[in-house]
């Protein structure tokens, strides 16, 4: 299955900033550390030196993961031509045939996790939505068969007057330990 290469700035930003997080601080604490449980003597039965040397190749593959996927992401700001339509960065007040109520928000794959209504542009539901306006009828396939929603509003800002759920502001997962965690700047 291929991924959509579209991020947000912001998203885009915080990959960057985790890759070099990872290379300048966290491979060279635990290369350091791996060095001195090396001299220590018997690698066969030192936790340490295994424990380091497992951790760095956790930290290569994400380096190897990030640099590869820092050069197909395309970064964008979300404010489409068409504010009337469904497009990538969109709030999106939906509506069921059961009359349930869901608020979501359409960003990229590799960012969709930094919010508890972040959706990504590559689920069933964005691919559904794309493009529709409100009122449109929306054809989700899901397990349980075909489901119909209804787009109340869009927003491509912070929605207003909508649900109490849209207005919760998470702020993003950070790979920093908490003392090293930067305050979000808006």
């Not at 003597?41 to 030192?46: K, L, V």
């Not at 939906?94 to 928000?105: A, F």
């Not at 359409?106 to 990504?120: F, K, R, V, W």
């Not at 009122?135 to 007057?161: C, F, H, N």
């Amino acid at each position: 299955m291929s991924r959509s290469n579209l991020i947000s700035s912001q998203g885009y930003q915080r990959l960057q900033q985790e890759r070099d997080w990872l290379w300048r601080t966290e491979r060279p604490k635990i290369t350091q550390s791996v060095s001195e449980a090396a001299a220590m003597g018997d690698r066969s039965e030192n936790a340490e030196y295994i424990y380091g040397k497992r951790r760095l190749r956790e930290i290569d593959r994400r380096l190897r993961y990030l640099g590869k996927r820092l050069e197909l992401l395309k970064a964008i700001d979300p404010k489409p031509d068409d504010p009337s339509k469904i497009r990538f960065g969109a709030w999106v007040w939906l509506e069921d045939e059961h009359e349930q109520q869901r608020v979501l928000r359409i960003m990229g794959t590799d960012e969709h996790d930094l919010h508890p209504l972040y959706i990504s542009l590559d689920s069933p539901m964005a691919k559904a939505l794309i493009g529709k306006a409100v009122e449109d009828e929306v054809q989700v396939m899901t397990p349980r068969g075909v489901q119909l929603w209804y787009p109340l509003a869009i927003s491509y800002g912070q929605p207003k007057g909508w649900p109490q759920q849209a207005l919760i502001e998470q702020p993003a997962q950070s790979f920093l330990p908490p003392d090293q965690a930067q305050k979000p700047t808006s």
